[in-house]
């Protein structure tokens, strides 16, 4: 388990939060899946979750704001030095901005953003509240990634709002680039499977850290989701995609003996 208190570089996923409208539901799902505490705000926080490993934040779980008929997803945070300048980087870029920039009182700023290809994502800028705080543990944010129904819309978009660059690591069937900052893996892109139902847009995954990607996916079940298939190993860990007990999907991954552990790695 490795601690951060230190603002995350700009483009890295430095952030999830998932609002549904059963919010006790979720801190109970998420609770005994990864073994989070959450915390829920006061009424001026709208009630906002904190989950936190050994203290740490790790991700947000927060009411649907009433009469907003808005999908409930993990939704990934990109961090930003300077938001407004960012949101402007976006509309010049061919996206747009879904929520316009937000004072979240002293923990920072934000805004939520869709890419030329329809794929949501947040912006956060730094206050007091940095982002996740923990990584190398189960529980902890593993890794983000942009599906897209226009990878080749999608790629330039990154590069040029971002400055990322690009390692591709594309197959048969199938276009993936690693997204890199100063040359080290922050995310990725990708073409959305052809398997994935038409009426599913481009968005970004988020993985998270298990201990055992089989128990886990065995838990998840327990507790009123589901599991698309089975656990498969990947050369950067064994990952399941599964379902919430509310309909919200996320990627759970465990090392495996072809990606070993991360540094810090603490079971």
Known sequence: MVFRDERWPEGTPSWVDLMVSDQEKAMAFYSGLFGWTVHPGDAESGFYGMAELRG???AGIGRTPPGQDVPAVWTTYLAVSDVD???????????????????????????????????VFGLWEAGDHIGTQVTAAPGALAWNECLSRDYAVAKPFYEQVFGFGFQDISGDGFDYSVLLLDGRPVGGVGTLPESAPPQVPSYWAAYFWVADADASAAKVIELGGTVDGKPFDTPFGRQARVTDDQGVSFMIIAPNEQSGEPEGWEA
Not at 85 to 114: C, D, F, Y
């Open 85 to 119: 300048r960012t949101a402007a980087a976006i509309t010049e870029a061919g996206g747009q901005i879904v929520m316009p920039v937000l004072e979240v009182m002293k923990a920072g700023w934000m805004a939520v953003a869709a890419d030329p290809a329809g794929a």
């Open 56 to 58: 740490r934040s790790v």
